[in-house]
Nanobody, 115 residues
Framework: QVQLVESGGGLVQPGGSLGLSCAASGYIFSRYAMNWFRQALGKERELVATITIIGSTNYADSVKGRFTISRDNAKSSVYLQMSSLKPEDTAVYYC?????????WGKGTLVTVSP
């Protein structure tokens, strides 16, 4: 019963910061890379950040230098710390893991960047 539950979304002003969390269960968390995706209204879902099992990270060009992905294997959680937020960051943010050939998703948490 793989389950991913995001939290931390909300309304933030441009230039502000926000931290997202994803609590994972139902699999051995430490053995898999974790990802954050986002989907803005009317747009395709895009990969925002990845963290590997050894802690290496990758980011979309649009968020490099502003977002930081991290993980805590003891808590089976992955985080996304966002700073210098822009209106174009407004989206539903999803936690994701690929287990073998299957992708699993959380329900998402909405981040709205607006004055």
């Amino acid at each position: 019963q793989v389950q991913l539950v995001e939290s931390g979304g909300g309304l933030v002003q441009p230039g502000g910061s926000l931290g997202l969390s994803c609590a994972a269960s139902g699999y051995i968390f430490s053995r898999y890379a974790m990802n954050w995706f986002r989907q803005a209204l009317g747009k395709e879902r895009e990969l925002v950040a990845t963290i590997t099992i050894i802690g290496s990270t990758n980011y979309a060009d649009s968020v490099k230098g502003r977002f930081t992905i991290s993980r805590d294997n003891a808590k089976s959680s992955v985080y996304l710390q966002m700073s210098s937020l822009k209106p174009e960051d407004t989206a539903v943010y999803y936690c994701n893991v690929r287990l073998g050939a299957r992708n699993y998703w959380g329900k998402g948490t909405l981040v709205t960047v607006s004055p």
